[in-house]
């Protein structure tokens, strides 16, 4: 079932207009103000302005107060078209608006906007007709940042004043109390806390995994495998720098050169990979292939690096360096669409593994793409009909596909309600003839295959991100660095606390104990600090009976446990990957 991406056109135009009672409030408040531009975005919008005073926090009250002011005289949204001369003359100190004025085309409408009799803007609209529509909108000025004018570096650095806007005061509370419960799961905080990860200023960008990171990181690579193993992958490894020359033939250098690291080696352009593709395609050139050997999954872990901006880094969910969980499918025609379902279920199966809903989008054709138009609707109408069979519901997203073919991008929904995009699938016809690959059919002829490239993590270092903030660091029992903490009452139980820890090491279970002579509650509280799934506290009276407390992480408290009953649970837990 095919999906049309929704955007509330009402909400984007009451932003929008919200951001003129903004502008309007500025150049009030200051009339030196030169206002610039103000979309509407996801949560609300912004204005950039040039304005010599920089705007501070303890100013937010009286722009809003402002913007109350004007909001509640209810004057009407007026549009006057105008010639260029006359858009000119209206905004002849303001260099800005002037600028985006003689970029238009002499025959182009030009639509000024009035608000109320004494104020007016630059503005292709729509607006609400009334600022009486906007009173009952729930609006806050959260930050003021720095904004090159139109994105460019060697522009004037102007103030970008953002405001979350909603329909009600209630759905704005929810949005902050939102943003405020993501603070508290920021995955930089809780990789610190946990001491799962560390990024160093010798390496911005380039994260260091720590004892506890990689012991999640290993067991996201053994599930990887496993899984692999079974849909009948098998895995490859490609070198991390190959020379110019393949990633001019893949597109890459024409398509993607300003984000790849670049070197010279014996007097040769040589670049560090930004996707693993091209490798694989030089694993399936390396012999000849018949009809019999389709389709092959050919599946990597491969260490990518793409030069990211400084200020778009973010912990783990955005980095320079990380592992991409690759695969490429090498296939015939008509084993495009019965291969694509079997990747969706294969992804479906994985992300019911860690408790995550999604939904999916088919991206189109880009601006910037190599191939026909009849291998773009070939590839496009592969895709469509498989998600149908599968009577999948997805979003068309117009021009967003790879510039080598369409794909479906997998949309994971997080605890908060939040969308990351980590799975995808792309159908592509172009690299295969690119480099020229083939294989003899079943008439004895060559035929070119076609190609998939698929990833369900998305990046390994991605996803681990992801799941720290999903599970606000409180990771499943299957998953957690560590599973279990003994904690000795006094330390006369110390001995029967490492017996116990020694009974679920050899089990398999990742276990400490807390010997130290040190109060039962402080113990306690460290514990559940680093979010451990499981606490046992051993006392005279468990030493005597020979039993376990437990303490759950989900304010679970037993007494009088058997040891072998417990251990027994907890690999009923592992086993089943119970969330």
Not at 139 to 146: E, L, Y
Not at 479 to 485: C, D, G, K
Request: overall charge negative.
């Amino acid at each position: 079932m095919e999906i049309k991406k929704i955007i509330d056109k009402d909400l984007e135009k009451a932003r929008h207009s919200l951001a003129h009672i903004l502008a309007k409030a500025l150049t009030q408040l200051y009339p030196e103000t030169k206002l610039t531009i103000g979309p509407a975005i996801e949560d609300g919008f912004y204005y950039d302005i040039d304005l010599a005073h920089s705007i501070t926090p303890d100013e937010y009250d009286k722009i809003e107060k402002k913007m109350k002011e004007i909001l509640n005289k209810g004057e009407n949204f007026t549009k006057k078209v105008v010639t260029k001369d006359e858009a000119l003359k209206l905004f002849a100190n303001n260099e800005y608006k002037t600028e985006l004025i003689n970029e238009l085309p002499n025959d182009e409408e030009i639509s000024i906007y009035y608000t109320g009799d004494d104020f007016y803007d630059l503005c292709r609209g729509p607006h609400v007709e009334s600022s009486r529509n906007l009173q009952n909108f729930g609006f806050n000025i959260h930050s003021v940042n720095g904004a090159y004018w139109r994105g460019n570096e060697k522009n004037k650095m102007l103030q970008r004043v953002y405001v979350w806007a909603f329909k009600t005061k209630k759905e704005l509370a929810e949005h902050i109390n939102m943003l405020e419960e993501a603070k508290k799961r920021d995955n930089r905080k809780l990789g610190k806390e946990l001491k799962l990860f560390m990024i160093s200023p010798e390496g911005p960008g380039f994260p260091f995994y720590l004892p506890n990171g990689m012991i999640i990181r290993n067991l996201l690579i053994e599930y990887w495998r496993e899984i692999h193993r079974e849909a009948g992958y098998k895995e490859i490894m490609t070198p991390i720098m190959l020379n110019r020359h393949l990633w001019e033939v893949s597109g890459h250098w024409d398509h993607y050169k300003e984000n790849m690291y670049i070197s010279t080696i014996d007097n040769e352009t040589y670049a560090i990979k930004p996707m693993n593709c091209p490798g694989g395609i030089l694993v399936y050139k390396n012999e000849p292939h018949s009809y019999r050997d389709l389709p092959l999954r050919l599946g990597e872990l491969g260490i990518v690096h793409r030069y990211e901006k400084s200020g778009e880094l973010g912990g783990l969910l955005r980095v320079r360096t990380f592992t991409q969980d690759d695969a490429h499918i090498f296939m015939m025609p008509s084993q495009i669409k019965d291969e694509i379902k079997g990747v969706v279920e294969l992804i479906d199966k994985v992300y019911k593994v860690f408790g995550f809903n999604y939904h999916v989008e088919l991206s189109t054709r880009p601006e910037n793409s190599m191939g026909s138009d009849e291998d773009w609707e070939l590839a496009t109408e592969g895709l469509k009909k498989a998600l149908d069979e599968l009577n999948i519901d997805y979003i068309i997203n117009e021009g967003d596909g790879a510039f080598y073919g369409p794909k479906i991008d997998f949309h994971l929904i997080d605890a908060l309600g939040r969308t990351w995009q980590c799975g995808t699938i792309q159908l592509d016809f172009q690299l295969p003839q690119r480099f020229e690959l083939e294989y003899t059919g079943e008439d004895g002829e060559k035929h070119r295959p076609i190609m998939i490239h698929r990833g369900i993590y998305g990046s390994i270092d991605r996803f681990i991100g992801l799941l720290i903030e999903n599970f606000a660091g409180a990771f499943p029992l299957w998953l957690a660095p560590e599973q279990v903490r003994v904690l000795s009452l006094t330390e006369r139980n110390n001995d029967y606390a490492l017996e116990i820890k020694n009974q679920l090491f050899n089990e398999g279970f990742r276990v400490e104990a807390d010997l130290r002579n040190e109060k039962i509650g402080y113990k306690i509280r460290e514990a559940l600090s680093m979010k451990i799934p499981y606490l046992i506290i051993v006392g005279d009276e468990e030493e005597n009976n020979k039993t376990i407390s437990i303490r759950g992480r989900k304010n679970e408290n037993v007494s009088g446990l058997n040891v072998s009953d417990f251990i027994n649970r907890l690999k009923n837990e592992v086993k089943n990957k119970k969330i």
